[in-house]
């Protein structure tokens, strides 16, 4: 079966056209008038400016990282030779999906501005071709990347036991891994710093409506659209993508499937990637469409490809495998219908057409502390529908797939069994994520809405156009959270099955029979360990959206008190100065969280030996799973309650309603687009980090010298 290993490469083909060809059709329509093209520039040139520094900083670490693993390689023999330049390319393919994004957002801002002046569909269609972009620009390169390791692997170095091979692929994830967080992170504290700055000046202090050109930080909070809501969410979900398919890998080949079961999740992948291509088609709406109607549109995309996915799916199971198909076919409807399903579910709680969110705008009624108390409740509960969805996903999918309840036999190995049990896991996380090319793509979108929307205000467009992309940029906001549930939905499929490939690694690497059950002590001090992290990473996170934030308050007072005549349009803002500020507070504030995420798991295996970090994996999966629900759901809902009062209820703009609608909506920016998302890298990271550095920690930890 391996000699279909080709059929990755015409993913990564069919994937790369159809996103040139968006490309093509996006970049063809109009920009609009000069100055919204002056404003569009402005905001490239300071993605552009970000980026640059971001990838400076970053490659930097890459080395250093690079070099650490070389040493382990070829002078300590702990790891695969394959594994660092494994990590390099990782890291390369991550970078590069989040840059087309980017790259293609900001060329398509002020066209969707413009198509939106015309009607809301071609306002709709611009921006999602924009966002189609990205999200199989990320499943190409995603494809390409996979196959191009498994013809070196296979063919080059003839590497043809499955079992090896597969335990190899699985640590090609920790490059992408390392360089989604940078970019989540970074992102993210970029884009919140210049959101919080400008709200809070601006919108509360000031009075002055949202992405007005007298703002300082306006062209900072677009460009913030861009390299944490693009840039960022592509890396982390080429990470995602990649991640789930290399752990299936490792299991299926443990499964006893052979080369079948490696062979099954990469088609099933190239089969989401076309049927995503016919969804896309379907995504259309009409002039004045509420927000149900377009929720409904692209619901209509997203639920078509899923359906032809499965269909797909099931042919796929008879032809590859030679045992188990229906079984195994079982495990990946359970992703499919688990990642529609946590989509509804955060709709349900994100979008302003449930009575959730506009409950939560009732709440402002009695000021800013009742909404963000109402926030807070709102994603605490959230969380039950995910992890029931996740939960019931994971049960049926093991059993379904041929696992039992017996665990290990005599010699202290999985049985065959269980082992086929935990592929079922693995490939429902594959089956959740193979229609991402669409999914992603009604996520992507939304930071092009936005933009938009302040390019328009911005240019002086009609108030009828303001009206349409805040239609547009509300259903982001939906979608937006749906594309992080999802991503966070397989992310703990995923982490599980990376963690059985953890356990898996170690107990070839020892002779003793490690103790891995829940009784154990170092299991459980491990179990702490993961919780920990889980809250002091958010912490780090939050905290340096707070520094990076309160220095352009700081700087967007000064300009309104220093440079006389802005408020009445005589005098231009400086707009560069707080695109500096976010530039060097982001790139600044990334680094502590994300060495953390990378240096906490070695140093507990290092102390409490491989069973430690077994702990370790199964607390920061089980808690981060939970946290990321909770601020990303809280972070949308504050957003949409806010959207929900400017358009008339509660008072409209400007009411006390409105004003404490845009407190919460501050407090909910770092939640969502900041701490929430890379919630779920920092639970892959943990685990491909163990994976790469089991070696070392098997043969030096303190637990084995004492």
Known sequence: MEKFFWIGFL?????????????????G????????????????????????????????????????????????????VFTPFAFVTGGIWSMLAGFIGMKIATNSNARTAQAASESLNKGLRVAFSSGSVMGFTVVGLGMLDISIWFVI?????????????????????????????????????????????????????????????????????????????????????????????????ALGATAGYGFNGIILPLAIAVAGIICSIVGSFLVRTKENATQASLLKSLRTGTYTAAVLSAIASAILCQVILTENQWGVFVAILCGLIGGCAIGYFTEYYTSDTYKPTQKLAAASETGSATIIIGGISLGLKSTLTSILIVAISVLVSYFAAGGTVEIVNEAGAFTEAFNKGLYGIGIAGVGMLSTLGITLATDAYGPVADNAGGIAEMSGLPEEVRERTDALDSLGNTTAATGKGFAIGSASLTALALLVSYVNIVQTKTSELLNFTLTSPTILVGLF??????????????????????SIVVEVRRQFKEIPGIMTYEADPDYGRCVTLCTKGAIHEMVIPAILAIVVPIITGLILGPVGVVGLLGGVSVTGFAMAVFMSNAGGAWDNAKKYIESGHHGGKGSDCHKAAVVGDTVGDPFKDTSGPSLNILIKLCSTVSI?????????NLLNLL
Request: overall charge negative.
């Open 529 to 550: 360990v993961g919780a920990m992290l889980t809250f002091v990473f958010s912490a780090f996170t939050m905290s340096a959206v707070q520094n990076a934030a309160q």
């Open 29 to 80: 329509y109009s920009e609009g008038t000069e100055k919204m093209k002056k404003i569009a520039s402005s905001i490239r040139a300071g993605a552009n400016a970000y980026l640059k520094h971001q990838y400076t900083t970053v490659a930097k670490v890459f080395v250093v990282v690079f070099i650490i693993l070389l040493v382990l390689a070829f002078a300590g023999h702990m790891l695969s």
């Open 153 to 249: 692997l296979y063919f080059g170095f003839g590497i043809t036991d499955p079992v090896q091979f597969g335990n190899i692929m699985v640590m090609n994830g920790m490059g992408a891994s390392f360089m989604a967080l940078f970019a989540r992170v970074g992102g993210g504290i970029y884009t919140k710093a210049a959101d919080v700055g400008a709200d809070l000046v601006g919108k509360v202090e000031s009075g002055i409506p949202e992405d007005d050109p007298r703002n300082p930080a306006t062209i900072a909070d677009n460009v913030g659209d861009n390299v944490g809501d693009v840039a960022g969410m592509g890396a982390d979900l080429y990470e995602s993508y990649v991640g789930s398919i290399l752990a299936t890998f």
């Open 11 to 27: 993913g990564a083909v069919i994937a790369g056209v159809f996103a040139l060809l968006q490309a093509k059709k996006v970049l």
């Open 692 to 700: 790469v550095f089991s070696g070392l920690i098997v043969a030096c």
